[in-house]
């Protein structure tokens, strides 16, 4: 696990911030691929790119003796992100492949490592881009047409990367042949903290979406402008944000303002245009919509959403089995997505396991977890793999 | 004054917006710098750039027969911004030389027209930059090591374009080349509208500046972080945007955050650092100063000061010599920075006059001026200028 982790570290780092910034499609992601084919190879792993483009390596052949069992996450990351949302989870799967093989396990159904593309969104504002393909909850045509800051569009970005956009979509070959995933993940909080676990079992995830809050205006000089005159959308963003934290305290949800595009960003212009996003998330579906729409009122917007995750409530049955298996690890709900949580949306039987944060920080180049709670994650992990393996469901 | 007009619009323009980004130092201000060193090689005129990169055109030799009369403005632009704001007294400056000599004048003191550089601090953060190097308001040292966006040096920016910084600094030797200074440029407010007048004489510039609030917060998940456990430097942002507008009607003063820069700015990242760029302006100092002291204080940041200009009142002699010149055309006040103002403050016998803008609207793509008054500007620069050259002072 070292050797693989020691490998990627370096990978689309910010000498600056010491944080990632694998975004989807960029050279920076392209490694990571690359990195991901490398050790499927030194495996003997079959190497499969689906039409959405995210990766798996099969022990096994999963269409003659399938559906099989597979344990992966996503390389990519938010800007400056930290180094373990995402990489945790893949490099603990072949990690765990790994100990299964030491042990000279055979196992009774296909094995497979995935890698799912463009988790984050980080680049085309839609996370879980891969998996949403993958399960038809992304519409093809939608995806090809969405853009970078730069304008770029999906299609073209993976037209530039060597990958040919024109067969994305729901893809049920691919899904034919996932009978349980598991996606192991660092947590983004402090649950296993406050309870002194390195591992725990998820329970369900949080309803959750982002949405796009358009603020027009119009440019003008900012030192020959009388305040009457002016049309300032960076009025309306400052409402925006305090009434989201208003709203989320108000419904007990949690509601974030933390991307801003202001044109022409000028010090001395006054804006003609502030684009804001709102991520908002809470237990209960409807307190989400009520702390959207009032964040829109506050600024006087339509908001238009970008994405929507209802809540996502893993398999129980595996979930018991999986805590069983583990000697009664902690059961949590997060108010992360997570693939998972699209596949187990769409059907999938998933579960995901997580591996303690010390301090919950994450998104963030701060973000850690302790080598041993990593040990004891692919300990887990491996258990699972064993157990969902050894019983062909 | 047509053909040069129609020679200048298309560099640097913006093909979406229709605004401009000739910013400092960029290949557009090159372009820029080009076109002015071809129309004064057309007329004949020296050309010579001095230390900090401004350029001047003499008629005449200026340390043999002078002080000189100079008029000019700048060619650099905000992001986005108008065809107006700069060009049209360079270009006006270049129409009325031009009908000095279609009369057969032949000037008693040297004439200039005169381009200064980064007028607009688009790209490092100081206004008039090359006004205040020339007069050592602005400290070489500080000025070398200004930054743009992307990190790259003011004095790297000057050796990419092939200016040396080494000499960058207060200039006497062109400072004392300046008799008299004439700006004319488009009114950026609507007072020369209201009274239905196309050109204006300026009285004074308002105290203004420009402030930096670097808003430090703890990036972290927007979905998994408790709202008690954040550090959110966006709420500190709508704070201040929200303190500047009430603290500028209490204080009778504008004020604006037009410019922000989120790190990492991600959907799902709680901000790690917002900075964000006050402009304040107001007739009264100590009222710019209490507007600054309060938004400082909504956003719990200590407000770092990137500029500051003192009001400028222009030479009252000069003003009423040109009042009246002109037939008693209004005389107004103005809360733009100019680089007349710089010099005016220097020490420099220095004048503007106003071009009336039917919207008011200025540092956007919507700016305009009507061609009648443009035409207008220039015979009364004829006229000033005529004067100004006929008697030596």
């Keep these: 696990m070292d050797g693989m ?12 911030t010491g944080g990632y910034r694998r975004h989807a499609w960029t050279p920076a992601d392209l490694a990571c691929r690359e990195w991901f084919a490398a050790e499927a190879a030194r495996r003997g792993l079959d190497l499969v790119v689906d039409r959405n483009g995210n990766q798996w390596a099969w022990w096994g052949d999963p269409d003659a003796d399938g559906p099989g069992v597979v344990a992966g996450s996503h390389l990519d990351s938010v800007p400056d992100g930290g180094a373990y949302d995402g990489p945790l989870g893949v490099v603990s799967a072949f990690a765990a492949l790994d100990r299964l093989r030491d042990r000279g396990l055979v196992p009774g159904r296909p094995l497979a490592v995935a890698s799912f593309t463009d988790e984050e969104g980080a680049r085309f504002g839609i996370a879980c881009a891969g998996s949403r393909l993958l399960t038809g909850a992304l519409d093809a045509d939608r995806a090809r047409n969405l853009t970078d800051s730069d304008g770029t569009t999906l299609a073209d970005a993976m037209r530039s ?26 947590e983004q909080g402090r649950a296993l903290v406050d309870v002194g676990a390195p591992v725990g079992v998820a329970s369900t995830i949080w309803p959750h979406g982002r949405w796009l809050l358009d603020l027009a205006g119009e440019a003008n000089h900012a030192g020959t402008t009388r305040l009457e005159d002016r049309d300032d959308p960076m009025l ?13 305290i108000e419904h007990g949800a949690v509601a974030t303002i933390g991307r801003v595009a202001v044109a022409p960003n000028g010090t001395n212009a006054i804006p003609s245009r502030v684009r804001a996003w709102l991520d908002a998330r809470g237990a209960v579906e409807a307190d989400v919509r009520a702390v959207v729409a009032e964040v829109a009122a506050a600024a006087a917007v339509d908001a238009v959403e970008e994405s929507w995750t209802a809540e996502v409530a893993f398999d129980a049955t595996l979930r018991d089995r999986l805590t069983g298996l583990l000697g009664g690890v902690p059961v949590l709900a997060t108010a992360a997505g997570h693939d998972a949580g699209i596949l187990a949306a769409a059907g999938v039987e998933a579960a995901m396991l997580f591996v303690r944060n010390p301090t919950g920080v994450s998104h963030s180049p701060a973000e850690h977890a302790e080598v041993d709670d990593c040990h004891a994650g692919v300990d887990a992990l491996a258990t699972v793999l064993a157990h969902l393996t050894a019983a062909r469901p």
């Design 5 to 16: 982790w020691a490998d990627l570290l370096p990978v689309g780092r910010d000498g600056a």
């Design 161 to 186: 990367a060597g990958h040919d956009p024109t067969h994305l979509g729901r893809d049920d070959e691919t899904l034919r042949r996932v009978g349980t995933l598991v996606e192991l993940h660092v």
């Design 236 to 248: 309306r963003l400052a409402a925006a944000v305090l009434a989201a934290r208003e709203a989320a």
